[in-house]
């Protein structure tokens, strides 16, 4: 199935299967959407959302610092639909001839639940990250960059402490949506050393959540 996923995204040219880092990203994405829509069906009513709309909205900020429009989520999502539908009808096809309409019904209606979530939350992200690094107007944004910017400092005057390599390691593992977990199998490191980087990172960038790491990581380099 993602196999065949992927094959659609490559047919149409997709940066998302092009790239191996946005494919990872995007496979994770399609893998979760496909959790959701069993455990919808299983459950009657979509589980609760709060993890999956912070993971895409993350997702979305790191789409638009690789300046992936948003147009290849939209597309990737149909894509996904169509790499589902041997399964969707293969399931539907074991069910008594009148059930297998409400069958495929049901499952689109999931599907469409969870994507939309994700797209919302992505979204999000994305006009966040563009108004206020990307953006033309925005002090950050390239156009607007003529020469390195004198360091910024902080609420005491005093210039911030620049993120170390591993720090920034960290946090474009963190753009990537990555957990903690993730992020240390990818590393070769532990969770606790993970938590103590970004400790470090928070405090160095004032930020108050991932994406506002994030989001101000961008701005400092």
């Given at each position: 199935m993602l196999d065949a996923y992927q094959a659609g995204l490559l047919r149409v040219e997709s940066m998302l299967a092009e790239r191996s880092d946005l494919w990872s990203s995007c496979r994770r994405q399609a893998v979760a959407i496909i959790d959701d829509c069993i455990a919808t069906l299983e459950q009657g009513g979509l589980p609760d959302t709060t993890a999956a709309e912070d993971y895409t909205r993350l997702l979305g900020v790191n789409r638009a610092l690789q300046r992936v429009p948003v147009a290849e989520s939209v597309r990737a999502a149909e894509l996904?639909?169509?790499a589902l539908q041997p399964a969707?009808?293969?399931a539907a096809a074991s069910a008594a001839p009148p059930q297998r309409a409400v069958i495929w019904q049901q499952v689109n209606a999931a599907f469409r639940a969870a994507c939309s979530v994700r797209l919302y939350a992505g979204s999000q992200g994305y006009e966040e990250t563009r108004d206020q690094i990307l953006s033309p107007a925005a002090p950050h944004s390239p156009e607007m960059q003529t020469h390195h910017p004198a360091p910024a400092h902080d609420e005491r005057g005093e210039t911030p402490e620049e993120l170390t390599p591993r720090e920034r390691q960290?946090?474009?593992?963190?753009?990537?949506?990555?957990?903690?977990?993730?992020?240390?199998?990818?590393l070769d490191i532990s969770e606790g050393t993970v938590k103590r980087h970004l400790y470090n990172i928070f405090n160095k960038l004032g930020a108050t959540s991932r994406m506002d790491a994030v989001l101000k990581g961008a701005e400092r380099r």
């Open positions: 996904l639909w169509s969707v009808h293969a960290i946090l474009d593992a963190v753009a990537l949506a990555l957990t903690n977990r993730q992020i240390a199998s990818q």
